[in-house]
C-alpha cells in the first residue's frame, strides 16, 4: 500500500435498468463490449482500470495527467453513444463521468480468496458524489489543473456526508 497522487475517472450508466430491459438476452454482450470500449479508452489515454462494479467501471491516472482522463471522459461519451446506436432505438441512456484528483491509497486489498488492485481515499469518494451530475463532471482540483484547455461550466457546489464544506 501507498499514498499516491492519482487522477480518479469514476463512469456509470444512467438509465441502465430500463437499458438491460431493452437488451434482454443481448445484456451480456453489449456489457462486453462496453468493458471493452471503456478499457480501450483508458488505457488508450494513460490510465489504468482498477474494477468494474456492475454498469459503473472506476479507472485512475497518474497526477498531473488530468488533461488526459478529460480527453478520456470525452471519448468514452462518444463511444457509449455508438455502442448504443442501432441497438436500442429511441432508449435514453447516457453515460455519465466524473473526475476528480488528490491523494489516495493505492494498494492490494481483499479477501485471500479475491485479493485485487483497489484505490480509496477522499477523491475516490469525490468522483463518486460527482458522478450524481448529468455529463462530464470535473472537480475543481481538476479545473484548476486543466486551465482553459478545455470549456467548462461551473456548477453549483454538492454537499457531501463527511465534510463541512460542500465539494466544488
Not at 456489457?31 to 456492475?54: H, N, R
Not at 480468496?113 to 475516490?124: H, I, K, P
Request: proline letters at 5%; hydrophobic letters at 45%.
Amino acid at each position: 500500500m501507498r499514498r499516491v497522487l492519482r487522477v480518479i475517472l469514476f463512469c456509470d450508466i444512467s438509465g441502465f435498468m430500463r437499458l438491460a430491459g431493452s437488451l434482454g438476452d443481448r445484456l451480456p454482450e453489449f456489457m462486453q463490449e462496453f468493458y471493452d470500449a471503456v478499457g480501450d479508452a483508458v488505457v488508450g489515454c494513460g490510465g489504468t482500470l482498477i474494477k468494474y462494479i456492475g454498469d459503473a467501471v472506476l479507472s485512475v491516472f497518474p497526477g498531473g495527467r488530468e488533461a488526459d482522463a478529460v480527453r478520456c471522459a470525452l471519448r468514452l461519451r462518444g463511444g457509449f453513444t455508438a455502442l448504443l446506436h442501432g441497438r436500442t432505438p429511441g432508449d435514453t441512456a447516457r453515460l455519465e463521468v466524473a473526475i476528480s484528483s488528490g491523494d489516495v491509497v493505492q494498494g492490494t486489498f481483499g479477501h485471500p480468496s479475491l485479493r485485487t488492485e483497489d484505490v480509496m481515499g477522499e477523491a475516490v469518494a469525490h468522483a463518486a458524489v460527482l458522478n450524481r451530475t448529468p455529463g462530464i463532471v470535473i472537480s475543481a482540483e481538476v479545473k484548476n489543473a486543466i486551465g482553459s484547455t478545455f470549456q467548462t461550466l461551473e456548477l453549483p457546489p454538492l454537499a457531501v456526508k463527511w465534510g463541512a464544506e460542500p465539494l466544488q
